[in-house]
């Protein structure tokens, strides 16, 4: 079965400095991997994706991920940190073979400090 | 380009209770997803519809049940509400019946309180 961990529950970070969320995933086959933000009272986006090809990925607000087969890790990373983003960060993975949906890890908040 | 979205965007119901939760999908998506997300928690997949048809469930029992319409907007009810219901339950819309490929565009949820 699918499973994702984030091991940290909370981060914080300076403003400028950078960052890295941790995502660990299981599963036997090859994984879409996906890196989604959520801002207080607000749904979902997705900041990146990786399927196949280059295994380090760019998304929107100057993410980047590099997915690492040998370690099972989907670690996304920010070279300097804004105050916007401060939010919880989830992981997800999905298969194929599992159909139709995406298992999430527990999410990562983050907290800018200035 | 319209969004997802949810409504009502918060519910308190009583444990026994039936609840219907209502969402239109972005423009031109015709695919919906909905996903539970309990407190400090991520989101958990309760099923996904296609054409109007079910396209996959995961681990939530029958008294989650949902609907697609033919303007691709979508209900979740879920009836004989237990405490443990409460939650964000969030919608996505998608192209296709997939979701790997396509990405999933989320609403802002509806949160709902059982009492």
Known sequence: AQSVTQPDIHITVSEGASLELRCNYSYGATPYLFWYVQSPGQGLQLLLKYFS?????????GFEAEFKR????????????????AAEYFCAVGAKEYGNKLVFGAGTILRVKS | ETGVTQ??????????????????????????SWYQ??????????????????????????????????????????NALEL???????????????????????????RLTVT
């Open chain 2, 7 to 32: 409504s009502p965007t918060h519910l308190i119901k009583t444990r026994g209770q039936q609840v219907t939760l209502r969402c239109s999908s972005q423009s031109g998506h015709n695919t919906v």
């Open chain 1, 53 to 61: 090809g280059d295994t380090l990925v760019q998304g929107i607000k």
């Open chain 2, 84 to 110: 443990d219901d409460s939650a964000l339950y969030l919608c996505a819309s998608s192209l296709g019946g997939g979701t790997l490929n396509s990405p999933l565009h989320f609403g802002n949820g509806t």
């Open chain 2, 37 to 78: 997300q309990a407190l400090g928690q991520g989101p958990q997949f309760i099923f996904q519809y296609y054409r109007e048809e079910e396209n996959g469930r995961g681990n939530f029992p029958p008294r989650f049940s949902g609907l697609q319409f033919p303007n691709y907007s979508s209900e979740l009810n879920v």
């Open chain 1, 70 to 85: 040998s370690q099972s890790s989907f670690n996304l990373r920010k070279p300097s940190v804004h105050w916007s983003d």
